[in-house]
């Protein structure tokens, strides 16, 4: 079979027996950075050297066919360098391969840095959605963010020190300035540091500088104040103000919870 097993996030503490115990025992791991696990498993004391296979974004799918085969016979344990593997990780490939050709996969659940997160971030954690990385390029990252403008449940992501900023910028302009926003930094390690407040009053702060490895966890929408028809109606004052239609949507989706898309489409055809 293959096994999918989570790792430490950052303390190596957090390594669940389960986990010494699979390490001790594999023959062979498929890794994300083979030089990761070497580490590890000099971390955790493991005296096993399994056979290691690289397995990551670049040559996962050519590679999940044989990853398979392999494990059609033996058991194949599969790590990314930090937490659970398919969960913005490689591995997501070699899972639905396996599933197609009948291979049995099991998981040896630990860390994860979205659940952490989620958990000291003090917003609802009832309801959740987690969104991976937002996109590197603003006009790309502007875009995504509008289409979550209406989305009702706590938000997670993981973001870039060096564009943490400009994300919360964003955040801002496309959510609302005072949705809150907790940022988690260095979870389980040493520097592990948490910081909350509105997504426009931890922009000076973040703009100062910010090092190491980031979860941001966004609160959701609030429910729709105001009918939609309403919501066109403020649609349409703002376009006659001089704003373009796509930003006046997105402006009201921010305040109001109703759907920015769908507010640009109503908004559209009372125009034409």
């Given amino acids: 079979m293959i096994i999918?097993?989570?790792?430490?996030?950052?303390?190596?503490?957090?390594?669940?027996?389960?986990?010494?115990?699979?390490?001790?025992?594999?023959?062979?791991?498929?890794?994300?950075?083979?030089?990761?696990?070497?580490?590890?498993?000099?971390?955790?004391?493991?005296?096993?050297?399994?056979?290691?296979?690289?397995?990551?974004?670049?040559?996962?799918?050519?590679?999940?066919?044989?990853?398979?085969?392999?494990?059609?016979?033996?058991?194949?344990?599969?790590?990314?360098?930090?937490?659970?593997?398919?969960?913005?990780?490689?591995?997501?490939?070699?899972?639905?391969?396996?599933a197609a050709a009948g291979v049995t996969v099991s998981v040896i659940p630990g860390p994860s840095a979205v659940l952490a997160a989620l958990a000291v971030s003090g917003l609802p954690t009832d309801r959740f959605t987690f969104e991976g990385f937002l996109p590197r390029k603003p006009g790309d990252r502007r875009g995504a963010l509008a289409a979550l403008a209406a989305e009702r449940r706590t938000m997670v992501f993981f973001e870039s020190p060096a564009r943490l900023a400009a994300s919360l910028a964003d955040i801002a302009a496309a959510l609302g300035a005072e949705r809150r926003v907790a940022v988690c930094r260095e979870l389980t390690k040493l520097y592990e540091e948490v910081v909350r407040g509105t997504a426009s009053s931890l922009i000076e702060w973040a703009a100062?500088?910010?090092?190491?490895?980031?979860?941001?966890?966004?609160?959701?929408?609030?429910?729709?104040?105001?009918?939609?028809?309403?919501?066109?109606?403020?649609?349409?004052?703002?376009?006659?103000?001089?704003?373009?239609?796509?930003?006046?949507?997105?402006?009201?989706?921010?305040?109001?919870?109703?759907?920015?898309?769908?507010?640009?489409?109503?908004?559209?055809?009372?125009?034409?």
Avoid at 229 to 255: F, I, N, W
């Fill in 208 to 272: 100062a500088g910010v090092r190491g490895e980031l979860v941001l966890v966004v609160e959701g929408a609030p429910a729709a104040q105001i009918a939609f028809p309403d919501a066109v109606t403020q649609v349409l004052e703002l376009v006659r103000g001089g704003a373009r239609l796509k930003d006046a949507a997105g402006e009201v989706s921010a305040h109001t919870g109703h759907s920015s898309r769908e507010l640009y489409q109503a908004s559209l055809a009372v125009r034409d």
């Fill in 4 to 98: 999918l097993a989570a790792t430490p996030i950052g303390n190596l503490g957090d390594a669940s027996r389960r986990l010494v115990e699979a390490l001790e025992a594999a023959a062979i791991i498929a890794a994300e950075d083979t030089r990761t696990t070497q580490r590890l498993l000099a971390g955790l004391g493991v005296s096993n050297r399994p056979r290691l296979i690289a397995l990551h974004d670049h040559n996962e799918k050519e590679r999940a066919g044989e990853v398979v085969a392999l494990a059609r016979d033996q058991d194949v344990l599969v790590l990314s360098d930090a937490g659970m593997p398919t969960v913005s990780d490689p591995g997501y490939g070699l899972v639905a391969a396996a």
